[in-house]
Structures are given as structure tokens and as C-alpha cells.
């Protein structure tokens, strides 16, 4: 095929999703003469809900702003996949900074969660995930649920009894460690049945009697190993009061107890797909997860704030959809690679976003940077995208290409934290206020469209699904499956804070470097220590900035709300966490002298070059609120993932969807879902790649 007959591919958004369609359709020199590729982006700077920039705040220091925490975890096969293929393919030189993607992300084995299951206080717990020898992105067999499921039993031995508690109770998990040693080994024995009536039997007349505990006759049409369970759970409740430890032993043995009993590991009859319509909490309920763990378990709080996971935002509004939760719940947990997770040795944009366009570019995938996607057209019957309309926002100064990167403190090519006025009609001076991002443009920006046949052949749809309904309006209108997937749609507001302090990450707490908390009290749930970044920032030593924070939850939005109404609430909460909250997972920011029953925050503690005095020192910090269409984060509810369409579902023969929003193994909010769906795009539209993991079997089949 000839140069002069490469299809054009007009992508259309440049987060993870679309980025990853462009990097599978010129992945070989065959693809790129097939394929002549172009990424149209709204405003300056790649990435979506993932894109950070970097902001001059003097003396050097350029510090990272993002739109809130972002750490990979090690289930990620397609987006570790695509990322260590970007760095093998730019081959940055020795001594270049990023110069591999084990440079790029670091593992992270250890959580802390919060737990106020104890007297009601608030008490950081830790939670271990053992190291392994597996390499996130390195293809190996898909993960066997059976073989998960052998896992979950395994997990069950490693939750080890509080410090505090009784000498019965250590006695028993001593006891109980030799029983789901005995379960984990009969899992997959076909004579398990027998031996493990033995061992079931057994522990009945031994923990019965002694416990007072009755015949389960209710659940006598259970497998034994689930009515097995049951009694460890009442033996560990007894003993326990119902404590953290006896939460999360709950927690596990209701989700090993609810897949089994409702036939979830049964692909033929519809998978994990069986209860998608039920929320995660009320189908835990329905296989009588306690009412206290339902209400308090720490792992289970930090599951949902982790998919920011309330509709709304509203705590009261619990929104995930059982079946896929259960399914990223056994992913995260026990098909890790590496470890649990792994974090970003730079911002999202400068780790991710960077090499991915120089990598492309180097392609010669073409960028039109401050292209707003006005609408998208399509043919009578609906068959075809035949034009698309476009705005741009602002115009270049000279001729050839807008170029968006320059090298932060150490060198590293990186995304400004706004355009780089110089290359753009009118500069600083007439720019600075317009909002690109938030699809404002230049006075009378002009329009043009571009025409099927003229322009492009293959669209490859990636803009985030809460700014799609107002530009997609004939294509809802010709693909009733179309309509019905943003109809079911639900998005979430987010919120985020930065605050870079003055007293080390060992001196504020006495967590590890680098540690993830969650479980949290709202908005802001999440904390991040971020310290490694500092240096990438390019401190001076005067400046004594020596810890950084990343604080993240969801946001409640009030009918009418504006952007400027919700950042002036983030920031407000921002505020009050600190005042109010910090304390738990810092309590080395107390201020000296403050009354130890009701300790204070130290607010000269927050660097502020300016010199402002107490809670003032905040506004020197960085705060966000993620309200605009492609800043939200996409929500899984029940009776959602039918609706979603794959990425080659669409009704235009011509047209591919690229996004976590799309129906794609994972179906909710992340850079993985994204990926899966970039790259199924380009199989629909190529052929390749061949295969994409996490899309088949018990994954997909739902």
C-alpha cells in the first residue's frame, strides 16, 4: 500500500485511551503505512483527568500541579504494556532523567488505612502486600479465577489478630491457619469433597459446643466450604467483639462465600455479569456480610473512595456495581505484578504523557493542540461519521506546529501548568484569562469541518463521556445504543489538594516514606505522601520544603453550580481538613503549645514564599475542583455496564470509542479501563493487536 493510500484517522481527544489507539495503529512500520494518524486536543497539554503541569513559583522551583492522586496498580497489563514499549522505544541515554519505566515507577507493598472501629477513635492500621516476582505489562497467561479464588484462601491465613488481642484469639488463628491451610489445598482436589467433610465436621463439635453456636440449617444447600466459613467467621466475631480484624475476615469470606454460592465462576451462565445490576453493598448484604462491616470496615471505605465511588459524591449514595467490583477487587488484591502498586517518580503528565507524544511524534502522528470538538456528524442513515467540527481555540504565532514541552529543574521534557504564550496570536497578555480547558477560546475563534473522504476516513472517537452528549447529538440520534449508553452514564466532581511542608515525612507521622492512606472522613479521604517528587521540582535549599501531600476525595455539587463556586469550596475544604483532620495521619503538625485534648494544626508548617501568617498559608498551596465534563471521574452504578458499548460497537462502520466509559473487561474509572479501550479501538479499526488482556473469559463475559 502505497504512502498516497494510508487511512486517515482523525482522533479526537488526548487522554490515555486515545493515546494508546494512536500507539497501537503505528505500532509497526507496517501499521504506519496504513495509517496516517492525527490527535486533535483540546487546549495545550495531553492526558485528560490525568494531565499535570508544572507552575514557576520562584527560585527556581517549578513545582508539579495534578489533578489529583494517581498511582498505577500492578494488575495494570495494558497500560504497563503500552508504557514500557514507550520507553524501550525512545531509548532516553544513560544518565537521562525517566531513562527507563523502572525509572519512571517505583513499587509501593504497604497501605494505610483508618480505622475507627476502636473506642470510635481514628487509628492509621498498616496493611502488608508481599512482594512478587511477577513485571506488570510482560504478557503471561490470563489470570484463572479458580486460581485467585485458591488465593482468597490464602489471604484469609495472612490477616493476622490486632496487637491487643486475647490469647484465645491468637490461639485460634493459630487453630484457623491449619484449617484454611488444609481448604487451600482441597480447593482443587477432586476427593476434596470427603476430607474436607472430616475437617468441617471436626471443627463443629470442637468450636460448637464451646462457642454455643448452632446447627446452620439456613444454609444448608450451601457448599461445605462456604458453610465452613460461616462458623470461622461467628468463632472470629465471638472472640473479637466484631473488631477491624474480625471485619475484614468477614469481608473476605462473604466475597469467596457470594461468588461460589450465586455461581459467579460460572462463565456459561453469565459470570461476575449476573449481578451487575446490584450494588455492591446490598449484594455483600444479601450473602449476610455483618451490618458493622457493611457500615465500617476500613478496606471496604477505602475500596469505594478509591473508585470515588458515591453518586453525587454523597457518602449516603453508595454507586458500584457489584459484578465488576468483585472483579477488580480479586485483580487488585491477588493478580498483582510486582507489587500492590507502583508510583509515578514524576508528575502523570511528564511520567506518562511526554514520552507517549514523543514517542508518537516520532512516529509521525500529528498533534493539532487547541482543537475544541464542536460536533460530530453523521451520514443519513447513520452508517458513516461523515464531518467534524472543530474550534480553534487560539492561533499560532508562526508557522508549523505548536510545541508543548519544555525541561523542568532537571531536565526532564515536561507539560507547563498553561500554554506556552510565545508560540501563540496575542500572547500572556490577551490569553491568560481564557480557560482552554474548559472549552473557552479567543473571540470569535473560528470554525471548520472536517469532511469524510477530504480529511479523514476512521474516527476514533476519545473524548471523556460527560462532555459527549452535547457534540454527539446526530449520532445519539442515529444509534439508539449510542443514546442509551450516555443516558446510563454517570459521572462524579472530585476534588484535590497539594501542600508542601517544612518538616520531613518522618517527623510528621510515623508511617513509611511514600505511604497511601485512605478510609478516611470526607471530602478529602485520600492522603498520598508524594516527598520523592521535591527534587523533580527543583527546590532551593533556603526554601526548606522537604515534604509534599496529595489529599483527594469527591465533591458534592449543588444545582447551578459554577467553576468558580466549587474551587472557592475546595479550597475551603482544604482548609478545614487541616484544621480539623490532619492531625491523625500527621500528628507531627501539631502546633507547639496547643492544647493536647484538642490539638492544633501548625500552619507555618505549609511553605508560603510570600510570608502569610496561620490559615492564610494555604493559598499558597495548590487546591482543584474537577467539575468540567472531561475532568470527572466515571462511575460503575449497577444496571450501567449492559448499556455500555464496546469499542467497536458503535453503529458508523468508521467509527471506534476510546475510554474508561466504554464497556472494556474493567468498565470503571481508570488509566488501565482507558488503555484496554485505546487499544481495542485500533484492533477494531487494524486488526491489531491481536490480543488484549483483561478482555476475555471471566474478565469480559458478562
Known amino acids: 500500500m502505497g504512502m498516497s493510500e494510508r487511512r486517515r484517522v482523525a482522533i479526537l481527544g488526548g487522554g490515555a485511551g486515545s493515546l494508546a489507539a494512536a500507539f497501537e495503529l503505528t505500532a509497526t512500520p507496517e501499521l504506519r503505512e496504513r495509517y496516517d494518524v492525527t490527535v486533535h486536543q483540546l487546549g495545550w497539554r495531553l492526558g485528560g483527568k490525568g494531565a499535570s503541569g508544572r507552575r514557576d ?18 494488575f495494570y497489563e495494558n497500560a504497563f504494556d503500552v508504557i514500557r514499549r514507550v520507553y524501550e522505544e525512545l531509548d532516553r541515554p544513560e544518565g537521562a532523567p525517566l531513562r527507563t519505566w523502572r525509572d519512571a515507577f517505583h513499587p509501593m507493598d504497604e497501605v494505610v488505612l483508618c480505622d475507627d472501629t476502636e473506642d470510635h477513635r481514628w487509628i492509621p492500621r498498616r496493611f502488608h502486600f508481599p512482594p512478587n516476582d511477577g513485571v506488570p505489562g510482560i504478557a503471561t497467561e490470563p489470570p484463572d479465577l479458580h486460581r485467585l479464588m485458591h488465593d482468597a484462601i490464602r489471604t484469609l491465613r495472612l490477616v493476622e489478630p490486632p496487637e491487643h488481642a486475647s490469647l484465645s484469639l491468637k490461639a485460634l488463628d493459630t487453630f484457623l491457619d491449619g484449617f484454611l491451610l488444609g481448604l487451600e489445598k482441597l480447593l482443587g482436589d477432586e476427593d476434596g469433597d470427603s476430607g474436607l467433610e472430616d475437617l468441617f465436621e471436626a471443627f463443629m463439635r470442637f468450636a460448637g459446643p464451646l462457642l454455643h453456636l448452632g446447627a446452620d440449617r439456613a444454609h444448608a444447600e450451601e457448599p461445605l466450604i462456604c458453610r465452613f466459613l460461616r462458623v470461622l467467621v461467628d468463632v472470629v466475631w465471638k472472640l473479637t467483639d466484631g473488631d477491624r480484624y474480625a471485619m475484614t475476615f468477614d469481608l473476605t469470606a462473604t466475597v469467596f462465600r457470594g461468588i461460589l ?17 446490584v450494588e455492591l453493598t446490598a449484594w455483600l448484604a444479601s450473602h449476610d456480610a455483618r451490618p458493622e462491616t457493611l457500615a465500617e470496615s476500613p478496606i471496604l471505605r477505602a475500596f469505594y473512595q478509591l473508585c470515588f465511588a458515591y453518586r453525587a459524591g454523597d457518602r449516603d449514595q453508595p454507586c458500584l456495581a457489584a459484578g465488576k467490583a468483585l472483579q477488580a477487587m ?17 508528575g502523570m503528565g511528564d511520567a506518562i504523557f511526554a514520552p507517549m507524544y514523543e514517542a508518537l511524534r516520532a512516529r509521525g502522528v500529528r498533534f493539532e493542540f487547541f482543537h475544541e470538538i464542536t460536533d460530530v456528524g453523521v451520514t443519513p442513515d447513520g452508517q458513516l461519521v461523515d464531518r467534524i467540527t472543530v474550534r480553534r481555540q487560539a492561533e499560532l504565532a508562526g508557522a508549523g506546529e505548536y510545541l508543548p514541552l519544555e525541561p523542568d529543574p532537571g531536565g526532564l521534557p515536561s507539560w507547563p501548568a498553561e500554554p506556552l504564550y510565545d508560540q501563540l496570536v496575542g500572547g500572556a497578555d490577551k490569553l491568560r484569562d481564557i480557560r482552554f480547558e474548559a472549552c473557552e477560546s479567543v473571540p470569535d475563534a473560528p470554525e471548520h469541518v472536517l469532511r469524510l473522504g477530504e480529511d479523514f476516513d476512521d474516527v476514533v472517537l476519545g473524548i471523556s463521556v460527560a462532555s459527549l452528549p452535547p457534540i454527539t447529538q446526530g449520532l445519539a440520534a442515529a444509534d439508539p445504543r449510542f ?22 515525612p518522618e517527623a510528621l507521622g510515623d508511617d513509611p516514606l511514600g505511604m497511601v492512606a485512605g478510609a478516611y472522613l470526607k471530602p478529602l479521604d485520600t492522603l498520598c505522601d508524594m516527598s520523592h517528587l521535591l527534587p523533580r521540582e527543583g527546590w532551593p535549599a533556603q526554601d526548606g520544603v522537604v515534604s509534599l501531600g496529595y489529599l483527594c476525595g469527591t465533591m458534592e455539587e449543588p444545582p447551578g453550580d459554577t467553576q468558580e463556586a466549587a474551587t472557592a469550596r475546595a479550597f475551603a475544604a482544604g482548609v478545614e481538613h487541616l484544621r480539623e483532620k490532619a492531625l491523625v495521619l500527621w500528628p ?34 495548590y487546591w482543584r475542583a474537577n467539575i468540567f465534563g472531561s475532568e470527572r471521574y466515571v462511575l460503575t452504578p449497577p444496571g450501567s455496564i449492559g448499556f455500555r458499548l464496546r469499542p467497536g460497537e458503535a453503529a458508523p462502520s468508521n467509527l471506534a470509542l476510546a475510554g474508561d466509559w466504554t464497556r472494556n473487561g474493567i468498565c470503571g474509572g481508570s488509566v488501565e479501563a482507558a488503555v484496554t479501550s485505546g487499544r481495542l479501538a485500533a484492533k477494531h479499526l487494524s486488526g491489531s493487536p491481536a490480543v488484549v488482556p483483561g478482555t476475555e473469559g471471566w474478565l469480559e463475559r458478562d
Not at 443514546?483 to 520531613?504: G, I, N, R, S
Open 261 to 277: 454460592v450465586d455461581g459467579l465462576d460460572d462463565i456459561d451462565e453469565g459470570g461476575f455479569g449476573q449481578v451487575d445490576d
Open 588 to 621: 507531627g503538625a501539631k502546633a507547639a503549645g496547643s492544647d493536647p485534648a484538642h490539638p492544633a494544626f501548625d500552619w507555618n508548617l505549609l511553605f508560603d514564599g510570600s510570608g502569610g501568617a496561620g490559615e492564610e498559608r494555604v493559598k499558597a498551596q
Open 483 to 504: 443514546a442509551e449508553m450516555l443516558a446510563h452514564a454517570e459521572t462524579v466532581a472530585t476534588q484535590a489538594l497539594q501542600v508542601w511542608m517544612t518538616k520531613p
Open 330 to 346: 480479586l485483580r487488585m488484591c491477588l493478580g498483582y505484578r510486582g507489587a500492590l502498586m507502583w508510583k509515578m517518580q514524576a
Open 57 to 74: 513559583v520562584g527560585g527556581g522551583a517549578q513545582r508539579i500541579e495534578e489533578h489529583g492522586l494517581h498511582v498505577w496498580f500492578g
